[in-house]
C-alpha cells in the first residue's frame, strides 16, 4: 500500500505538467501568431515546396479592427511583405492594423470597422461583437461614470469576408484605447486600438479620402510648444494649433454624418477610383450642413466625378457642378498664388464643369479659356469647395498653392460647431463656499457644462407623478370605513359571530393597504420630455439637430429605445444616442444612477437596449440627428439699391409652424441687431413672401438680439410649467452667447424661430410613448450677401465712422480712443495730448474680397487745416506733420490686429481753413481683411509743427473731408 501511494506520487506531477502543456498549447500557438505579425517581414522568407504550402491551414477565424480616421504616421494601406507560413498563421484579415493608431474629439463619435473572415470550407462562424471606451476620470467614490457599450451580431458563412461598422462616442473627459472583444462559436478574441487625443494635444485634423496613401501629407504639422518655456505645465488646449492629417480609403468612408465630424476638413481627391457610395455622399453632405469643410480636387478623369451605375448620387453633384468633359490649361490665372508652368508646352489636366451662379456664390474662370478653375458654394452652416485640377498633380509639385489652398479654407472657415467641448468650460471656475476654505466648481449658465446642468436639473424636478383625485381619495377611505364598520358589523351579525369581527379589520387594512399601493405606484405613464436646437441651410430638405431627452418611468423597469424608424426622403434619420453628462452632480450619483447603457448598432440606425429607468424617476440622454424638413426654408435679405432698407424673401416650406420668428443679422458696423417678423410662419409655403424692411439703424431694428427674439415671451402647448421655462431659459443663455458671437465676428445672419414641440421621434419597446412634451429653436443662416452684396469689377464702397472698438482699447499702445461725429461726408482726426491725430475708418467693399483676385484699393480724402477765430488771435496760420495710413484689421476671435502701412509722407504748409487731397493706393492680400471683408483704414497725422502761432491748449480737431471714395477695389471679377 505504501509503495503503490509512492508511485502515484512520483508519477503525479509529471501528469499535471503534460496536462498543462496540452491546454496551454493552443493559446501559444495564438500568441506565436500574433507576434509574427508585423508591419514588415522581419528576418529571411522561409521558402516553401508547393507541397508545403498545400498542407498549410489558415486559421479558420480571422478578424481585424481599426479607425477608419487612421494616424498618418502610422497607417499603411498596402499590407507588409508575408511569407505563407506566415500569412497562414496569421489572425488578421489586414496584416500590419494592429498598430493603426487613431483619432478621435472628445464628446465627437469615433468610426470603427470590424472586419472578420472565414476561412473554412463548411463551418459558419456566429457571435457578437462588441465595443467597450470608458472614461478614465474616476469620481471621487471611484465610480467610472457614464459608461456605453456598443454590440452587434454576426453570422459568416464559409469562404467569406465581412465588414462592419460601429460609432464610438468618445467621453468628454480623458480616455485610453478601444476594446473590440468578438465572441464566435463560443470563443472570444480581442483588439486593442490606441486613440490619439485631438482635444488634449490641440489639433486640428484634416481627412484625406485618397488612392494615394502619402497624399497631402505635407499638410502635418506639429504643435510647437516651445514658446511656452520649459517650466510650464501641460494645459490642454494652451499654445499654439497643430495639424493632423489622417488617410481614409473609400471603402472605410463612415456612411453616418455624426462619425464625420471630428474632422475640420475632409479632402477627396481625385475623386479616387473607387465610387463613393450613395449613403458616404450623403453622410458627406449632411457633414458640411453641420458646419463641416469639404474640399473636393479633381484631374483629368471626368468619369470619376459622374454618377456611376447603380447609383443616384455623385460627387459632382455634392459640389454643384456639372461633368462636361476633360481639358487642359495653359496655367492657372485665379486662384492664389498663380501658377506657370516651367515648361511653356506643359498644361495642366482639368475636369471642364459648369457651375450656375445661383448655387455657387465663388466661380472662378481661366482668363485664357474660359473654364472654371474653382468654385466654392455654401451647404448649411458649412462649404463645398472645387478644384478642377488635382493638387497631387506632378506639374504642381513645388506650387505654393498645393498648401496654401487647404490651409486657407481651414483657417478661414475656422469656427466651431454650436455645441463644441472646450477645456475651459469644462473646467469652470472654483468659488469658495465656508470659512474653511472648501470650494465648488462654477459653471457659467452660458457654457455648454452649464447648459447641461440646468438642463439636467429641470428633467430631474419635471417628474409628472400623477396623484389621484380629491374625490377619488374620499371615495376610497369612505369604502374601507364602510367595510371595516358597518359591513363588518352586519355581514358577521348574520352568521351569529360577531365576536369574531375584530379579526376582519386588520384583514380589511391589509387588503385595502395593498389594493391603495397597487392603484398608486402603477398610475402614470412613460413620458418623454424633449429640448431640440435645429441647424439646416436654405432651401435644404433636412437638417442636423440635437436633442436633450428626458425619460420618465412610473415603475423601475428595462426598455429599449428607438430613434427614427422612418426615412426622410430616402435617408436615415441616423440619431446617435449619449448620456446628458452633467459634469457638476456627476459625484454626486450613486452607483444605481449610473448603470451602463448598452446601444445596438445596426445599418442605418443606433437603438438602445434594455435601458435601465428607476421607478418615477427620469433618464437623461443627448442625441444627435437629422430632421426632415420637406420643401425646405428659403431666406434672402437684400440692400436696396437706394440703400435705405432691405428686401426680405421668406418661404416656409417646411411642415413646422414657425413661432416669434425674428432676423438676427450684422448692421453695417458688425454689430449684433434683430429684426422681430411676427408670431407665425405658417408651414407647407409654395410661394415667397415679399417684405420690406428700413434699415438696420431705422425702427423696428433693436440693438440687443434678446429684444428681438430671445427675450419675447412664448408659450409651448406641448411643454408648459416652470420646470419648461427653466430648460428654455438655460437653452436662451447658451445659445445668444454663441449666436451673437457668430454674428459679430463671422458676420452672419440668421433666420430664428421656436416650434411647439419636439423633433425626434421615440420608440419605447416598440411603440410611441402616449405624452411627448418638448420645444424646439430653428436657427438658419441667411445667405453671405447680406453682408456683402453682389461682387463687381468696381464696386463701391461702404464707408462707416466708427470708434475703436471698447474691447479693443488699448490694444494700440495705450492711445486714448478717438472722439467721432457719424456725419455723412466728414470724419474727425483728433488731436491727442501727445501731437498725434488718429482717425478710425471702417471699409466695407461692396463686394467679398475673396471674389476679386489682385485687388488694389485706391483712396482719396481732403486733409484740411482749422480756420483761425476771430477770438484766438494766436492761431496757427499753417501746419506740418507726418502723414501715416495703414490698414488694419481684426481676424476672428484671436482680437490679432495685423497692419500694413503706406509709405509716410511729409504733409507741408498747410494753411488755415485749407486743405490738400491726399490718394493713395495700397495692394490688398488676402490676410488683410477679416470674415466679414471689413477694413479698418487707420490715419494718423505725427509730429505736428506750427508757423505763425501757438497750439491752444484745449483739445484741436483736424477734420478729414472724404470727397472721393473711388470705387474699385480695382481688380478682376472672378465670378460666373
Not at 450642413?289 to 448620387?313: C, E, F, M, N, V
Request: glycine share 8%.
Amino acid at each position: 500500500m505504501i509503495e503503490r501511494t509512492s508511485g502515484v506520487c512520483r508519477t503525479g506531477p509529471i501528469f499535471a505538467l503534460l496536462t498543462l502543456l496540452l491546454l496551454l498549447a493552443p493559446l501559444a500557438r495564438r500568441a506565436a501568431a500574433i507576434a509574427a505579425e508585423g508591419d514588415s517581414a522581419e528576418g529571411a522568407k522561409t521558402e516553401l515546396t508547393e507541397e508545403e504550402k498545400k498542407k498549410l491551414k489558415p486559421q479558420p477565424f480571422r478578424f481585424s479592427a481599426w479607425s477608419a480616421f487612421r494616424d498618418f504616421a502610422t497607417a499603411q494601406l498596402a499590407p507588409p511583405e508575408m511569407d505563407e507560413k506566415r500569412k497562414a498563421e496569421s489572425l488578421h484579415t489586414r496584416p500590419g492594423s494592429g498598430n493603426w493608431a487613431c483619432y478621435a474629439r472628445r464628446g465627437k463619435w469615433l468610426p470603427l470597422v470590424v472586419e472578420l473572415e472565414n476561412t473554412t470550407e463548411k463551418t459558419d462562424y456566429a457571435g457578437t461583437m462588441s465595443i467597450q471606451l470608458d472614461p478614465t476620470r474616476e469620481t471621487n467614490t471611484g465610480i467610472v461614470p457614464y459608461t456605453s457599450r456598443y454590440r452587434q451580431d454576426f453570422e459568416i458563412p464559409p469562404a467569406s469576408k465581412q465588414l462592419f461598422r460601429f460609432s464610438v462616442l468618445c467621453p468628454e473627459f480623458a480616455f485610453g484605447e478601444i476594446v473590440v472583444n468578438i465572441t464566435a462559436n463560443g470563443t472570444t478574441f480581442n483588439r486593442h486600438i490606441s486613440i490619439r487625443d485631438l482635444d488634449q494635444s490641440n489639433d486640428r485634423l484634416v481627412v484625406v479620402v485618397s488612392d494615394q496613401s502619402g497624399a497631402f501629407k505635407y499638410l502635418l504639422s506639429k504643435r510647437d510648444r516651445s514658446a511656452l518655456g520649459p517650466d510650464a505645465g501641460f494645459d490642454p488646449g494652451a499654445g499654439p494649433e497643430g495639424r493632423r492629417v489622417a488617410v481614409v480609403s473609400p471603402e472605410d468612408l463612415p456612411d453616418r454624418w455624426h462619425d464625420l465630424m471630428l474632422a475640420d476638413l475632409i479632402i477627396i481627391d481625385g475623386p479616387p477610383t473607387e465610387h463613393l457610395k450613395d449613403d458616404q455622399i450623403a453622410a458627406l453632405e449632411t457633414y458640411v450642413q453641420a458646419g463641416g469643410h469639404l474640399l473636393i480636387t479633381s484631374g483629368g478623369d471626368p468619369a470619376r466625378l459622374k454618377t456611376p451605375d447603380g447609383q443616384t448620387r455623385s460627387i459632382a453633384e455634392l459640389a454643384g457642378v456639372k461633368v462636361r468633359g476633360a481639358a487642359r490649361l495653359p496655367g492657372l490665372d485665379q486662384v492664389a498664388p498663380p501658377f506657370t508652368p516651367a515648361n511653356p508646352e506643359a498644361t495642366i489636366p482639368i475636369v471642364e464643369v459648369s457651375a450656375e451662379s445661383g448655387v455657387n456664390r465663388i466661380i472662378k474662370r481661366n482668363t485664357a479659356t474660359g473654364f472654371i478653375e474653382m468654385s466654392e458654394r455654401e451647404l448649411g452652416m458649412g462649404t463645398v469647395t472645387f478644384l478642377a485640377f488635382s493638387l497631387n498633380d506632378p506639374l504642381l509639385a513645388n506650387w505654393e498653392g498645393r498648401e496654401s489652398l487647404p490651409l486657407g479654407i481651414l483657417n478661414f472657415y475656422g469656427q466651431r460647431p454650436l455645441f463644441q467641448f472646450s477645456f475651459q468650460e469644462a473646467e469652470g471656475r472654483q468659488q469658495s463656499t465656508s470659512w474653511f476654505g472648501d470650494s465648488e466648481t462654477v459653471y457659467d449658465r452660458a457654457d455648454l457644462p452649464g447648459l447641461r446642468r440646468a438642463l439636467d436639473e429641470s428633467f430631474a424636478n419635471d417628474t409628472p407623478v400623477e396623484t389621484p383625485e380629491r374625490t377619488t381619495v374620499a371615495s376610497f377611505l369612505l369604502l374601507f370605513l364602510l367595510f371595516a364598520v358597518p359591513g363588518n358589523y352586519f355581514v358577521f351579525g348574520w352568521f351569529r359571530r360577531r365576536e369574531i369581527a375584530w379579526l376582519a379589520v386588520p384583514l380589511y387594512a391589509v387588503a385595502f393597504s395593498m389594493l391603495a399601493w397597487y392603484v398608486g405606484y402603477t398610475r402614470g405613464k412613460f413620458t418623454l420630455n424633449e429640448v431640440t436646437v435645429l441647424e439646416a441651410g436654405a432651401r435644404q430638405h433636412s437638417g442636423v439637430a440635437r436633442t436633450f431627452l428626458a425619460l420618465y418611468a412610473p415603475s423601475r423597469d428595462e426598455y429599449d429605445i428607438g430613434f427614427g424608424s422612418d426615412k426622410i426622403k430616402g435617408e436615415f434619420l441616423q440619431a446617435a444616442p449619449g448620456h446628458l453628462v452633467s459634469i457638476a452632480q456627476m459625484d454626486l450619483r450613486a452607483v444605481e444612477r449610473l448603470p451602463e447603457m448598452r446601444i445596438r448598432d445596426e445599418p442605418g440606425k443606433l437603438s438602445i437596449e434594455d435601458l435601465l429607468v428607476q421607478a418615477r424617476d427620469t433618464r437623461r440622454l443627448e442625441i444627435v440627428h437629422r430632421v426632415d424638413l420637406d420643401d425646405g426654408i428659403d431666406v434672402t435679405l437684400r440692400e436696396n439699391d437706394d440703400g435705405n432698407g432691405y428686401t426680405l424673401r421668406l418661404r416656409n416650406g417646411s411642415p413646422y409652424h414657425l413661432l416669434n420668428a425674428a432676423l438676427l443679422v450684422p448692421d453695417p458696423r458688425g454689430v449684433p441687431r434683430g429684426y422681430f417678423l411676427r408670431d407665425d410662419l405658417a408651414p407647407n409655403a409654395r410661394e415667397a413672401e415679399v417684405i420690406q424692411l428700413p434699415a438696420t439703424t431705422g425702427q423696428g431694428w433693436s440693438p440687443r438680439l434678446e429684444e428681438a427674439f430671445f427675450g419675447r415671451s412664448i408659450v409651448f402647448g406641448k411643454a408648459r410649467g416652470q420646470d419648461a421655462q427653466n430648460r428654455k431659459n438655460a437653452l436662451v443663455q447658451y445659445v445668444q452667447k454663441r449666436l451673437d458671437a457668430r454674428v459679430r465676428d463671422q458676420g452672419q445672419g440668421f433666420l430664428a424661430a421656436w416650434i411647439d414641440g419636439g423633433l425626434l421621434p421615440v420608440q419605447v419597446d416598440g411603440e410611441t410613448p402616449e405624452r411627448q412634451h418638448g420645444f424646439s429653436l430653428l436657427l438658419l443662416p441667411i445667405a453671405q450677401e447680406f453682408a456683402a452684396g453682389d461682387v463687381s469689377q468696381s464696386g463701391g464702397m461702404r464707408i462707416q465712422y466708427s470708434p475703436l472698438p471698447p474691447d479693443l482699447s488699448g490694444e494700440f499702445g495705450g492711445m486714448e480712443e478717438t472722439k467721432f461725429r457719424p456725419l455723412p461726408a466728414r470724419a474727425e482726426l483728433g488731436r491727442m495730448p501727445s501731437g498725434e491725430g488718429t482717425c478710425f475708418l471702417a471699409l466695407q467693399p461692396a463686394g467679398r474680397l475673396r471674389g476679386i483676385s489682385n485687388p488694389v484699393l485706391s483712396f482719396t480724402f481732403n486733409l484740411s487745416a482749422p480756420a483761425p477765430s476771430g477770438e484766438t488771435k494766436s492761431f496757427p496760420t499753417s501746419y506740418r506733420g507726418d502723414l501715416k495710413v495703414e490698414i488694419e484689421t481684426m481676424r476672428g476671435s484671436n482680437r490679432r490686429w495685423e497692419a500694413v502701412q503706406v509709405p509716410v509722407r511729409r504733409v507741408d504748409l498747410i494753411a488755415g481753413g485749407k486743405s490738400i487731397p491726399v490718394s493713395f493706393t495700397l495692394p490688398l492680400k488676402p490676410s488683410m481683411h477679416g470674415e466679414k471683408g471689413i477694413l479698418t483704414l487707420k490715419i494718423s497725422l505725427t509730429n505736428i509743427t506750427t508757423t505763425g502761432g501757438r497750439v491752444p491748449d484745449e483739445d484741436l480737431t483736424w477734420p478729414v473731408g472724404l470727397i472721393k471714395v473711388q470705387g474699385s477695389i480695382q481688380g478682376k471679377d472672378t465670378r460666373q
